[in-house]
């Protein structure tokens, strides 16, 4: 199974702050990455697919780079409503897997 | 509007067995695979299993081979998970979630989710 491993695990950001999560998977998967967005109580919004697209609706401060094995998440101009917990996920193999998360909290 | 309804979610006993439901509407459900994800409490994201659009495909995280089963009605617009042999670490919100025709198929949007606890 490919491992998925983000950092940091929690990250204490102000509003306006620039913020960048990555990403590490445990071998090769092209750019079949996408990023998610989760908070407290609901369920998961895509915001990220195929490593750096931009899910429609999506704001254009949420950006997404990288291919291979290293990834990464960046919010430009972090806003109020950002605070949440952000997952990567491969989708270039079965077993899909999911990264452990990264925490994004109000300084 | 696309919208994932999932039910069928409760308490069951270790070693027991449930089916969760997800009603799909907005979109035709036919053409897409379909995904369960689950999220222990307090926990990550763990990705259960898809099925193809025509059912001909499968596949299962480790954890749950060959105790869960995924399954869907087209003609209902409806995807289902057998759950057996319940364990206590099945124990937690499952949610479904359609996946994009172009690429790998991407998970979006996912359903409200509905809570599993396995506990005596």
């Keep these: 199974d490919i491992q998925m491993t983000q950092s940091p695990s929690f990250v204490s950001a102000s509003v306006g702050d620039r913020v960048t999560i990555t990403c590490r998977a445990s071998q090769g998967i092209n750019n079949w990455l996408a990023w998610f967005q989760q908070k407290p109580g609901k369920a998961p919004k895509l915001l990220i697919y195929a490593a750096s697209s931009l899910q429609s609706g999506v704001p254009s401060r949420f950006s997404g780079s990288g291919s291979g094995t290293d990834f990464t998440l960046t919010i430009s101009s972090l806003q109020p409503e950002d605070f949440a917990t952000y997952y990567c996920q491969q989708a270039n193999s079965f077993p899909r897997t999911f990264g452990q998360g990264t925490k994004v909290e109000i300084k | ?120």
């Design chain 2, 1 to 120: 509007e696309v919208q994932l309804l999932e039910s069928g979610g409760g308490l069951v006993q270790p070693g027991g067995s449930l089916r969760l439901s997800c009603a799909a509407s907005g979109f035709t459900f036919s053409k897409h695979a379909m995904s369960w994800v689950r999220q222990a409490p307090g926990k990550g994201l763990e990705w259960v299993s898809v099925i193809s659009a025509n059912s001909g495909s499968t596949y299962y995280a480790n954890s749950v081979k060959g105790r869960f089963a995924i399954f869907r009605d087209n003609s209902k617009n409806m995807l289902s998970l057998q759950m057996n042999s319940l364990r206590a670490e099945d124990t937690a919100v499952y949610y479904c979630a359609k996946q994009a025709l172009a690429g790998p198929g991407w998970l979006d949007p996912w359903g409200q989710g509905t809570l599993v606890t396995v506990s005596s």
